[in-house]
C-alpha cells in the first residue's frame, strides 16, 4: 500500500468517524417541548354558539371542558427557536383549528399554527395556502416566566386579531368576528429542543 494510499484512507476513516459522532450528537439531542393552551371562555362560546359558529381543535390538539373555564384546546409543541421574553423567535405547534359557521354551511381549517414572539400573534395557515394569518393576540396582563430552560407566558385575554377576524368573517361569510373580540385567555410552555 503506497503512503498516500494510506493517508487517503486514513482521512476517509477520520472523516466517517466524525460524520457519525455527528449523527449520533444530533439523533441524543432533545427535540422541542410543551405545548399550548388557548381556553375559549363561556361568554365566548354563547355569543359563537348563538351565531350558529363553533371552533374545534382538530389532531394532535386535543379538546376539554371546565364548566368554571369554558372550552379549551391544547396544541402540542412540535419546534421553535428564540425567547419569549426578549421578543425574538417563535413556537410551532402540532394539530389545528376548524371554525364552521353551521347557519352558511360554511368551514375553513388552519394548520401550521405558531406563536411569534416578536409580533404577538398567534398565526394558522389555512388549509389550500401558503400563507399564514394572524389569528390572534394575546392582550390584558400578560405573565413570562421561566424555569430553567422552559419558558412561560399566561395572557389574561386572546384577542382576535384584525386580520384574522377579517379573514374568518370572509370564509366562513359572517359578520360575527371582530377585531380584539376576546375569546377568552391563553398560555404557553416551551422548552426548546437541545
Request: hydrophobic fraction near 45%.
Amino acid at each position: 500500500m503506497s503512503r498516500t494510499f494510506a493517508r487517503i484512507a486514513a482521512a476517509a476513516a477520520g472523516l466517517a468517524l466524525a460524520l457519525t459522532a455527528a449523527s449520533a450528537t444530533t439523533a441524543s439531542a432533545a427535540p422541542a417541548a410543551g405545548n399550548a393552551v388557548i381556553h375559549e371562555s363561556n361568554a365566548f362560546f354563547q355569543q359563537a354558539a348563538q351565531a350558529g359558529i363553533v371552533a374545534v381543535p382538530l389532531p394532535t390538539a386535543t379538546a376539554g371542558y371546565d364548566p368554571s373555564t369554558g372550552l379549551s384546546a391544547s396544541f402540542p409543541v412540535t419546534d421553535g427557536s428564540g425567547s419569549i421574553a426578549e421578543f425574538w423567535g417563535s413556537v410551532q405547534f402540532g394539530g389545528g383549528l376548524l371554525f364552521v359557521d353551521a347557519r352558511t354551511g360554511s368551514a375553513v381549517a388552519f394548520h401550521q399554527l405558531a406563536f411569534s414572539s416578536e409580533t404577538y400573534q398567534v398565526t394558522g395557515v389555512p388549509d389550500g395556502t401558503t400563507t399564514p394569518v394572524a389569528l390572534f393576540a394575546p392582550a390584558g396582563e400578560t405573565v413570562v416566566t421561566r424555569t430553567g430552560a422552559t419558558q412561560n407566558l399566561s395572557a389574561a385575554s386572546l384577542a382576535l386579531d384584525p386580520a384574522g377576524a377579517q379573514f374568518l368573517d370572509g370564509k366562513l361569510r359572517t359578520s360575527f368576528f371582530a377585531a380584539g373580540q376576546s375569546v377568552g385567555s391563553f398560555r404557553v410552555s416551551y422548552t426548546p429542543a437541545s
